[in-house]
């Protein structure tokens, strides 16, 4: 079924072999390593990714997510969406790959209920505390590896308790925002060299990929749009107004910023963040 899943931004299974002790899957070489390997892991001959391959990588892997979910029949998640497993060509086109937690849907199901897998700081709340998994699990997998190639840090990291910062990449950035320290936020390998409302934008459509409830995330086809520049003023603006009353309702403080307020855990009692979440 993986097989029939083809599409510039996937990675194309090209055979397998079985032997009475090994099963193999062939794949093409992916000259550049992951995106992972790439902000992380590269020597001091190797050039970092600039901000135009980040956004290439960016609109390629939402393209290839969207297929899976829009295209497949059944349709195909992924359910370890990171930048690990977003790898990069001869040409540094986004490929995803590692379908190995991959789960094939019927359209009928709206849920698929199973252990738990994937990646500390990249699996879903809801995929956590319930075990059901949907196309929204990939969208908020998505919306972290997003935050890394903004970022270059990982998704968990405990070194910067050190710096009495939050373990977690989505708390970092948004206790970043707060400050509205923007400079600090992004990757010091870029060197200044970006455009800081794109950098916005992308961490707009981060935030709307990770919200709480995987019913207020938008489908990986609208993420696309949104990438493209179609339709993401209107859904922030959407979703500005529906914190505030949230906000409001739960008599928390307004955030004062211009342009982000975080959905964050900071305003929650401590007896409310003690069970699964």
Known sequence: ??????????????????????????????????????????????????????????????????????????????????????LLDEEFEAVVGDFGLAKLMDYKDTHVTTAVRGTIGHIAPEYLSTGKSSEKTDVFGYGVMLLELITGQRAFDLARLANDDDVML???????????????????????????????????IALLCTQGSPMDRPKMAEVVRMLEGDGLAERWEEWQKEEMVRQEFNHTHYLNSNWIIADSTSHVPPDELSGPR
């Not at 790439?38 to 600039?50: A, H, I, K």
């Not at 609109?59 to 195909?76: E, N, S, T, V």
């Not at 708390?171 to 060299?193: A, F, I, P, Q, Y």
């Open 1 to 86: 079924m993986i097989s029939m899943a083809v599409h510039r931004n996937l990675l194309r299974l090209r055979g397998f072999c079985m032997t009475p002790t090994e099963r193999l899957l062939v794949y093409p070489f992916m000259v550049n390593g992951s995106v992972a390997s790439c902000l992380r892991e590269r020597s001091e001959s190797q050039s970092p990714l600039d901000w135009d391959k980040r956004k290439r990588i960016a609109l390629g892997a939402a393209r290839g997510l969207a297929y899976l979910h829009d295209h497949c029949d059944p349709k195909i998640i992924h359910r370890d969406v990171k930048a690990a497993n977003i």
């Open 170 to 204: 989505l708390d970092w950035v948004k206790g970043l925002l707060k400050d509205r320290k923007l400079e600090t936020l992004v990757d010091s390998d870029l060197d200044s060299n970006y455009i800081e409302e794109e950098v916005e934008q992308l961490i707009q």
